[in-house]
């Protein structure tokens, strides 16, 4: 089965407000990404982290790594309508074929 | 801006048909993946690539096959379509190693009638 569970599967803020989405996996990794999808077109890389790190920032974005939970969280602060998107986490196996698997994603709904 | 390109965008063909989705990049990249997803649903990695001449299948069974003579192309192939392929298509493609973000295409909107 795929790694990357993320939950919840739909979310529904309002503008101002903060989103966080969270992830599981189940093998090891290199590194675990976030991407985000609108409306059924292609993803697009938000941030990564790398298994020895336990959090990073970028901009609005803060995502934290716990590989002895096998999960990971994003939390977009002061949310904003164009925030409205799908948000996959993806995991790259560790070894030489670098396997980039997608969990199911969050449906993010942000209201002006 | 990504330089990975699929074509075509839409398809609609009938049943029996053999079609070859095609999927370029530019970037020199190592890794190439292909992704199968309904509509507001998960994505399904179908085939992957690590390098020329070396491909693998993903977690979701596929009846298609996939080829990677050069770095920059790696197409698709259905020999025979029927409704059940009928789905969204995306190709991405990443540099070798850890920190290396994937880049992806627009995707390639796939009906069988």
């Known amino acids: 089965s795929q790694q990357g569970e993320e939950d919840p599967q739909a979310l529904s803020i309002q503008e101002g407000e903060n989103a966080t989405m969270n992830c599981s996996y189940k093998?090891?990794?290199?590194?675990l990404q976030w991407y985000r999808q609108n409306s059924g077109r292609g993803l697009v890389h938000l941030i990564l982290?790398?298994?020895?790190?336990r959090e990073k920032h970028s901009g609005r974005l803060r995502v934290t790594l716990d590989t002895s939970k096998k999960s990971s969280s994003l939390l977009i602060t002061a949310s904003r309508a164009a925030d409205t998107a799908s948000y996959f986490c993806?995991?790259?196996?560790?070894?030489?074929?670098?396997?980039?698997?997608f969990g199911k994603g969050t449906k993010l709904t942000v209201n002006p | 801006e990504a330089d990975i390109y699929q074509t075509p965008r839409y398809l609609v063909i009938g049943t029996g048909k053999k079609i070859t989705l095609e999927c370029s990049q530019t970037?020199?990249?190592?890794?190439m993946y292909w992704y199968q997803q309904d509509p507001g649903m998960e994505l399904h990695l179908i085939h992957y690539?690590?390098?020329?001449?070396?491909?693998e299948k993903g977690d979701l069974s596929s009846e298609s096959t996939v080829s990677r003579i050069r770095t920059e192309h790696f197409p698709l192939t259905l020999e025979s379509a029927r409704p059940s392929h009928t789905s969204q298509y995306l190709c991405?493609?990443?540099?070798?190693?850890?920190?290396?973000?994937?880049?992806f295409g627009q995707g390639t909107r796939l009906t069988v009638v």
């Open positions: 991405a493609s990443k540099k070798t190693g850890g920190k290396s973000e994937a880049f």
């Open positions: 093998t090891s990794i290199n590194n």
């Open positions: 982290i790398r298994s020895n790190e």
């Open positions: 993806a995991t790259v196996t560790q070894g030489g074929s670098e396997k980039l698997v």
């Open positions: 970037m020199g990249h190592d890794k």
């Open positions: 690539s690590y390098g020329v001449n070396s491909t």
